[in-house]
């Protein structure tokens, strides 16, 4: 089994800056997926980032140029940098672990951008 947990998310004013980081536990292999999904209330849960087992990353538009996500394979850990944020990009934020053709998902962090 696999276990993920999300931490970092909180209030911030629009134009600051967070950090989210996703501490996965249990059966890791180097051959996986992490990513970051978020869902705004009344709204479906869309993919934000991801970064594959070979190095590529793909981001969803709404984020490019702002978020980052990056992964340690030695700690297990999957994070995404968000700066410049904006109020649409409130919402809970997901991690999301993909191996051998399972889907694993965290319990999410709320992520709320106001002023």
């Known amino acids: 089994q696999v276990q993920l947990v999300e931490s970092g998310g909180g209030l911030v004013q629009p134009g600051g800056s967070l950090r989210l980081s996703c501490a996965a536990s249990?059966?890791?292999?180097?051959?996986?997926?992490m990513g970051w999904y978020r869902q705004a209330p009344g709204k479906q849960r869309e993919l934000v980032a991801r970064?594959?087992?070979?190095?590529?990353?793909n981001y969803a538009d709404s984020v490019k140029g702002r978020f980052t996500i990056s992964r340690d394979n030695t700690k297990n850990m999957a994070y995404l940098q968000m700066n410049s944020l904006k109020p649409e990009d409130t919402g809970v934020y997901f991690c999301?672990?993909?191996?051998?053709?399972?889907?694993?998902w965290g319990q999410g962090t709320q992520v709320t951008v106001s002023s």
């Open positions: 249990g059966r890791i292999s180097r051959i996986s997926t």
């Open positions: 970064f594959t087992s070979g190095g590529s990353t």
């Open positions: 999301t672990l993909i191996q051998f053709t399972l889907n694993y």
